[in-house]
């Protein structure tokens, strides 16, 4: 970009930290002799606690609410629908190094983070807990608390009008396809993380903080 970012915004899941439900799930549908049947995983996650299921939540259902629809609709699969959200944080085995050390060189050169994230209101909290630099961000902006998802218009709006960032002198950093569309029609500079590497030479010619 031709001017200096003055602020970063970054996504969350799968940016700053791993989530992949399948980690929770393979413990859970296991053959006799003990290894994951991923045949049963993937049908759990493609019929039971699907996608569109969990994204409800981070639309701001409550889970309680979300448990008790999935198990009316499969009730043989009560224990492992309760395990979803009662074993959250299995599906969470860490933070992706190269990310969090770029929000905390930011941090620590006074530009200003944000965070934006479609993730539920009450499962934040203890992630945020667990992980001490989600709790850097100068704003961050939960889906789940304000009942509106990326790539929706109307969160990234939150999120300008809260933190009080200008989108064009600002970087916006997701791993959705979707969500990178939506925010560079708002006029974010934008960058789609896949690859640690990649996502560092970015940073790099961005001219945000090295060290």
């Known amino acids: 970009m ?19 439900p399948r980690l929770l799930f393979r413990k859970l549908f296991t053959h006799v002799d003990m290894t994951a049947d ?18 409800e939540q981070d639309r701001g259902r409550p889970i309680a609410d979300a448990v008790a629809e999935a198990i009316a609709r499969h009730p043989e699969h009560a ?14 085995p860490g933070a992706i190094p190269e990310t969090v050390a770029a ?12 965070g934006l994230t479609n993730f539920g209101a009450e499962t934040f909290p203890p992630t945020a807990q667990r992980f001490d630099f989600l709790r850097l961000f100068d704003t961050v902006v939960v889906s789940g608390e304000e009942g ?30 979707a969500n990178i569309a939506a925010a560079d029609e708002i006029g974010f500079v934008t960058h789609r993380f896949t690859d640690p590497a990649v996502f560092e030479a970015w940073w790099r010619e961005t001219g945000l903080p090295v060290a």
């Open 2 to 20: 031709a001017e200096t970012p003055t602020a970063v915004v970054f996504d969350i899941g799968n940016v700053l930290i791993r989530w992949d």
């Open 38 to 55: 991923d045949a049963a995983v993937d049908r759990f996650l493609a019929t039971v606690c699907t996608p569109a299921w969990n994204v």
């Open 79 to 92: 224990p492992q629908i309760r395990a979803y959200y009662g074993r959250f944080q299995e599906m969470i």
């Open 148 to 177: 509106v998802i990326k790539p929706d218009r109307r969160i990234f709006d939150i999120l300008i009008d809260r933190a009080g960032i200008d989108p064009s002198r600002s970087v916006f950093i997701d791993d959705s396809a």
């Open 103 to 114: 929000l905390r060189r930011a941090k620590a050169a006074g530009l200003p983070v944000h």
